[in-house]
């Protein structure tokens, strides 16, 4: 079994700041990676994905790819109470495997 | 577009009792199909996944068995359900078999056994 590891937070950033969430995994060989948001009694829904080394930006998200340190972070830039949920990190090697998740609270 | 469908959204259930999930997807064909669960307060269990009709692969041996009669249909199913058992089930389906492909739930169904 793959292990994915998060930051076990609870993480409580101020609105407008920038919350950043962390996540290493365990085989090397991984080769895709995806965060995943979910509110609270709601489904995963997708939010980025990442393949290649380096940084992908998506609106306020960026996400972060670092395979020599087997590392994946997700940056919530100009964080708004809306981002409050749960982001879940997973690992893709043909069955996703999920970390336990973070839980982010925006402070208004 | 790709829906995904599963019902009912909840569920209580007394301990010895039978159940049935159903997920259905739209608008793919040949989809990579997934059961997890999620216990309160806790992380994704991948519990079964197809690539086919009639293909099913168990990640953890319980008391529940999946199956996938129709390309799109993928059920959950238990003859007798314990109170371990509740928590919220998620359907998930891909593309295909490539890593890369995303993959994306079903808004799930909260099975409560009593």
């Known amino acids: 079994q793959k292990e994915v590891e998060q930051n076990s937070g609870p993480l409580s950033v101020p609105e407008g700041a920038i919350a950043s969430l962390n996540c290493t995994y365990s085989?090397?060989?991984?080769?895709?990676f995806f965060w995943y948001r979910q509110y609270s009694g709601k489904s995963p829904e997708l939010i980025m994905f990442?393949?290649?080394?380096g940084d992908k930006e998506d609106g306020r998200f960026t996400a972060q790819l670092n395979k020599a340190s087997q590392y994946v972070s997700l940056l919530i830039r100009d964080s708004q109470p809306s981002d409050s949920a749960t982001y879940l990190c997973?690992?893709?090697?043909?069955?996703?495997?999920f970390g336990a998740g973070t839980t982010v609270t925006v402070r208004a | 577009s790709q829906t995904i469908h599963q019902w009912p959204a909840t569920l209580v259930q007394p301990v010895g009792s039978p159940l049935s999930l159903e997920c259905t997807v739209e608008?793919?064909?040949?989809?990579?199909l997934y059961w997890y669960r999620q216990a309160a307060g806790r992380g994704l269990q991948l519990l079964f996944y197809?690539?086919?009709?009639?293909?099913i692969s168990s990640e953890v041996p319980q008391n529940l068995s999946a199956s996938r009669p129709q390309d799109r249909q993928f059920i959950l199913s238990s003859k007798k359900l314990l109170l371990s058992d509740s928590g919220f089930y998620l359907c998930?389906?891909?593309?295909?078999?490539?890593?890369?492909?995303?993959?994306?739930f079903g808004p799930g169904t909260r099975l409560t056994v009593l």
């Open positions: 998930a389906w891909t593309g295909g078999v490539n890593a890369y492909n995303e993959q994306f």
């Open positions: 085989d090397r060989g991984s080769q895709s």
């Open positions: 990442i393949y290649s080394n």
């Open positions: 608008g793919t064909s040949n989809p990579n």
């Open positions: 997973a690992v893709n090697d043909y069955k996703l495997s």
């Open positions: 197809s690539v086919g009709i009639g293909q």
